[in-house]
């Protein structure tokens, strides 16, 4: 019988770059959503899972709010809102940077959580890098701007306050009914299948290594999966968007192409506990970020 009494979801909103799947990886102890310092790093909504204790999170990570440019872009955002409107509750992260205000994404998403009447939490990120005086009037600010569950400064990357929005989250979540179960096993960190998770590590890997506009011409896809046992056998496709970029991807003799595989390799290695084969192809596809057939192609 399973000991577990709370079960619920709970999504992580915010503009780019404010640190929510740094957040979800965090609590959950795992790497299960890539990062990197590139805006729109994530594209879909990502299910991480926490049980601990009596209590089962499941954190719905989304895209970071943006003004979109292409037919992608705008299916981001949508993401953002449908997934805002399936929670029992939501954490919305932000950062103390500058002066202290409610910006234009997350005023919206704010009313649209008042209106669907979700509790929310606010959860103030980086404060490893922020002065202490500096979070007070962003506290000030947001707490005269939405009536939150709680408010708690956090550092995804030091731990600090995570414990502490734990245990606030916890008790936002539902009661289970006698004889529920779960929505997940305990022991899973994640509904993301592995073919996919092994697309987006390839991709955080150029994500980092690329500049400017190019990884946000970059899709992946895993073509070929091969469980032996001891060894997985994976075939990543990199789509670029213009035929220019693909030399850039491949690099010098096929020195980048290299690095991106021995990175995201290791990455795989550690998650799915067993060696990786990665043999990595590149492609192109003119424009695929404004293509329906691309697009639902590549699971967006």
Known sequence: MSEIKKCGTISLLGRANVGKSSIMNALIGEKVAIVSPKPQTTRNRIIGILTEGESQFVFMDTPGLHAPKSKLG???????????????????????????????????????????????????????VTEKPAILPWIDVYSKAFPFQAIVPVSAKTGDGLPYLTEELSKLLPELEEGDMPMFDPDELTDQPERQIAAEFVRERLLWHLEKEIPHGIATMTETFEDKGDVSEIGVVIVCEKQSHKGIVIGRHGAML?????????????????????????????????SEFMLHEFGY
Not at 91 to 116: F, N, S, T
Request: aromatic share 6%; glycine share 6%.
């Open 74 to 128: 705008d299916r981001m955002v949508k993401t953002v809102y449908e997934t805002a409107e399936e929670v029992d509750a939501a954490l919305l992260v932000v950062e103390a940077k500058g002066e202290a205000h409610v910006g234009k994404p997350e005023a919206m998403l704010l009313k649209r959580i008042q209106a669907l009447g979700i509790p929310c939490v606010l959860a103030i990120n980086k404060i490893d």
């Open 258 to 290: 290299k690095t991106i595989g021995s990175e995201a390799r290791a990455e795989m290695e550690k998650l799915f506990g067993c060696r990786v084969f990665l043999t990595l192809y590149v492609r192109v596809k003119d424009d695929w970020r404004n």
